[in-house]
């Protein structure tokens, strides 16, 4: 089993910034794609950012320029620097692994169990 705990979300003002964590442990080989994603209410999951074990990285439109995605593939960790922020990017944001678990294995996709961003003055 693949265990994902995220971080560092909070209440920030609009136009501030915040930077959200995710450690990956477990039974893991090596992983695949990480990336983030959010939801707001009453509305569906979306994807906010993702990056590969060689970093190519791919952004939704509503947050490129603004947020950036980087990850530590030693530490197995992921992080997701949000500026400017806005109140339409309040949300749960949850944390994306696909986690190959041992040589040869298929690749099973986790979810970490989300953290809240709210944007308000």
């Known amino acids: 089993q693949v265990q994902l705990v995220e971080s560092g979300g909070g209440l920030v003002h609009p136009g501030g910034s915040l930077r959200l964590s995710c450690a990956a442990s477990?039974?893991?080989?090596?992983?695949?794609?990480m990336g983030w994603y959010r939801q707001a209410p009453g509305k569906q999951r979306e994807l906010v950012a993702t990056?590969?074990?060689?970093?190519?990285?791919n952004y939704a439109d509503s947050v490129k320029g603004r947020f950036a995605i980087s990850r530590d593939n030693a530490k197995n960790t992921v992080s997701l620097q949000m500026n400017s922020l806005k109140a339409e990017d309040t949300a749960v944001y949850y944390c994306n692994a696909h986690v190959r678990p041992g040589w040869g294995l298929r690749v099973s996709v986790y979810w970490g169990q989300g953290t809240q961003v709210t944007v308000s003055s």
């Open positions: 990056i590969t074990d060689s970093g190519i990285t």
């Open positions: 477990g039974s893991i080989f090596s992983i695949v794609d």
